[in-house]
């Protein structure tokens, strides 16, 4: 077996469809079956199966197990589940028994490939070598690639996060209106939710899918906590958010500040109802509830963790992130922006914690709020800056 995981847009699909072209001779059959229930990969199963021939017409779901489960002198099947997101699906039930079968499955679920780590390929972004080199020849514009050109690209590139699918559709783009690189950024910056909104074709027998369809699908397999929790990080930068500020947060009741100068306006109380509906269960705060619903993210591939110095830091795909802000409902804008100032503003402690090196750029993303804060909130944030030498 073989299980394929990342987050949407990463190439998952692609890649494995890829090497069902290139090896087709190496097996008897190749099935593609659309992993996303029980119900669709029954019936792709059978439908497969009785595609074979009149001999095969009459078989139901167990007899196409058998059939499959059945060795053969001419070599191997190959089985493809793909889009295998569910986290309660029993697969057991679903697939061929013995070794008459190659079986690959791919998954937003990072979770899927803990069930044989040796055989778990996680896909991740390209590297921006790899992201270039496919806008470069991918939009077939020119020959001709000037310094300029290159440069134009490597900024494209590092705006688009370097995931395949968004490349995809920056390619696509540019091949159909034959504009520029710099000219399609220059779109890219005015029409973002537009541009990666269309859908692209990836191969002539599968469904089009957009950058943003395919965070949209991951960021509807999560319960509704999970959401806002992702929804809260999106007000935060998309990189090196210390998960350690939450708890601290919760030690002191998501409201006890270091330093406050006069009582409280509105928002904090707002930004504090906020963070207690997402962090709270039944009125109580469980570190357990918090490491649940990030083991949920990251299992969508929503969030990656990385190690920081004395604490675990959270970073989400530059797109997601934009992504998931922008799709914050307008009328709860504002609790999200209040709860995450909140939240920042509980980590300025006079003793130094392992959040501390990495709150001043969670700040200065931020800044566009600054003018507009009450007067605790602009004493917590300067002190953050002070205390990261940003400030004097």
């Known amino acids: 077996m073989l299980f394929v995981t990342g987050i949407g847009g990463c190439g998952k699909t692609q890649l494995m469809l890829r090497f069902m072209k290139e090896h087709g001779s190496r097996f008897i059959y190749q099935f593609f079956i659309d992993g996303s229930s029980e119900d669709r990969i029954r019936t792709d199963l059978v439908r497969n199966v009785r595609s074979l021939g009149a001999e095969h017409s009459q078989k139901a779901f167990e007899d196409c197990i058998l059939f499959l489960s059945q060795p053969s002198q001419n070599g191997l099947s190959l089985l493809l589940y793909d889009n295998v997101d569910e986290p309660n699906l029993d697969l057991s039930s679903l697939l061929p028994r013995g070794n008459s079968c190659a079986i690959a499955f791919t998954s937003r679920n990072h979770v899927l490939g803990e069930l044989d780590p040796e055989a778990h390929l996680p896909l991740d972004i390209m590297s921006m070598e790899e992201a270039t080199e496919l806008l470069l020849h991918g939009s077939s514009l020119s020959k001709v690639v000037t310094d300029q050109v290159r440069k134009d690209t490597l900024v494209l590139a590092e705006v688009l996060g370097c995931l395949p699918i968004a490349l995809q559709q920056a390619c696509a783009y540019m091949r159909q209106t034959k504009c520029s690189t710099s000219a399609y950024f220059s779109r890219l910056s005015k029409n973002k939710a537009k ?50 500020l939450i708890n601290q947060a919760a030690d002191h009741g998501f409201s006890d500040y270091e330093e406050m100068l006069v009582e409280q306006g509105d928002d904090f109380y707002v930004g504090k109802q906020c963070l207690e509906s997402i962090f709270l269960c039944d009125g109580e705060w469980h570190a357990t509830n918090l490491d649940e619903m990030i083991v949920s993210l990251q299992n969508y591939s929503m969030v990656t963790l990385v190690q920081g110095v004395d604490t675990v830091l959270v970073q989400m795909h530059l797109l997601a992130h934009e992504w998931v802000h922008a799709c914050i409902p307008k009328s709860e804008t504002h609790d999200y922006e209040c709860s995450a100032i909140v939240l920042l503003a509980l980590g300025a402690r006079k003793e130094r914690t392992a959040s501390t090196q990495y709150l001043s750029g969670h700040v200065l993303h931020m800044a566009s709020l600054w003018n507009h804060l009450h007067v605790n909130h602009k004493t917590a944030f300067g002190f953050i800056l002070y205390e990261n030498g940003l400030y004097h």
């Open 195 to 244: 541009l990666l909104s269309q859908k692209v074709k990836h191969q002539v027998d599968m469904q089009s899918i957009s950058t943003y369809a395919a965070f949209e699908i991951s960021f509807g397999k999560l319960s509704a906590t999970s959401q806002r929790l992702l929804r809260l990080l999106s007000c935060f930068h998309w990189t090196g958010f210390p998960l350690d």
